[in-house]
């Protein structure tokens, strides 16, 4: 008895101050790391998943809530996108890409502009293909991966101006989200970064209880930092992404339009030389730093009285 009393005595002089000093280390990484160890649960982090290619995608036959500044239901498709089943009819088929701003972030699915628009565009079917977070090299995956699903008469490319310009020169984004980008080699453009690997924030999200503890999140951390490295282009790849994208469309029958988030006298010096034919729907609509219902209702009237003014026999 003595014996097995004093093993014990031995084993909690040993667990008793391991479990002190991981006490104290937690309570230290939460009071100085907190912020560099947190995850913001946005739409990405609360209703997308993994993927190899994209680097992330809305949970397929998912619903939800989410809010921002304004809480909305979100439902997301058999395809992944925020919309009833995507069934192709007899109509003319418009197909819209682009990131938060088409998703719909902050509004309902029915009063974005993609739905105004197919309401006004009577022999046409609008197909919103929007993912937060998206820069042009991922859009322009997703148009390869669904283009002969939808074989559009119209592809039509919403330019986030803000952003898309830094989105295409990272393969990190969004506190550990990673995704493939482009590069330009004898003057082609080459997709590097795929498989695209899982990050810091997509295990956090795999391992809600594991990582409530943040010495959990500190060694994740550590590992998906030395397991893949943070990249930024030298040169910018968007101009040659969208160049492909319009031979892509064209070459296949497609029309190829692009909307501009903001005007910027770059891209659109860009658009005009290629001649590609785009609208700028620049507006003061806002919720945040997103159009509220009033933004969606005005783009959706700009893009009709372009489409009607480039001819919507296309």
């Known amino acids: 008895m003595k014996k097995k009393k004093l093993v014990l005595a031995n084993v909690l002089l040993v667990i008793v101050p391991v479990i002190a000093c991981l006490i104290v280390a937690e309570v230290m990484l939460r009071a100085t790391m907190k912020t560099e160890l947190s995850v913001i649960n946005d739409e990405r982090s609360l209703m997308y998943t993994h993927d190899d290619t994209l680097g992330w995608l809305p949970s397929k036959n998912s619903t939800g809530t989410f809010k921002g500044l304004n809480e909305v239901s979100v439902r997301h498709n058999s395809r992944g996108f925020r919309d009833e089943e995507h069934i192709p009819g007899e109509k ?147 101009f040659a992404l969208i160049k492909s994208m319009k031979s892509y469309s064209e070459q296949r029958g497609s029309a190829f339009f692009v909307g501009l988030q903001k005007g910027d006298n770059l891209i659109e010096q860009f658009l005009e030389s290629e001649d590609i034919g785009y609208v700028n729907v620049e507006n003061n609509f806002l919720r945040g730093w997103h159009w509220n219902e009033e933004g969606h209702e005005y783009v959706a009237r700009l893009i009709e009285e372009f489409l009607i003014k480039n001819d919507l026999s296309w």
Not at 134 to 159: A, I
Not at 161 to 190: A, C, H, I
Not at 199 to 217: C, E, T
Request: glycine share 6%; net charge negative.
């Open 92 to 238: 003319k088929r418009m197909l819209v890409l682009g990131d938060s701003f088409v998703w719909g972030y902050d509004v309902e699915e029915e009063d974005r502009f993609t739905e105004v628009l197919d309401e006004k565009l009577e022999d046409t079917e609008v197909f919103n293909l929007g993912i937060s977070g998206f820069g042009t090299d991922q859009e322009w995956l997703l148009l390869q991966k669904n283009y002969d699903f939808y074989q559009p008469d119209v592809v039509f490319l919403m330019f986030c101006t803000d952003n898309d310009r830094l989105d295409n020169r990272m393969n990190l984004r969004y506190q550990y989200f990673y995704k493939p980008y482009f590069v330009e080699e004898k003057g082609s453009l080459v997709a590097k970064g795929i498989p695209v690997p899982t990050g810091y924030r997509q295990f956090v999200n795999d391992h809600p209880y594991a990582s409530k503890f943040y010495l959990v999140r500190l060694a994740a951390s550590s590992y998906y930092n030395l397991k893949g490295s943070k990249i930024y282009l030298d040169s910018d790849p968007t």
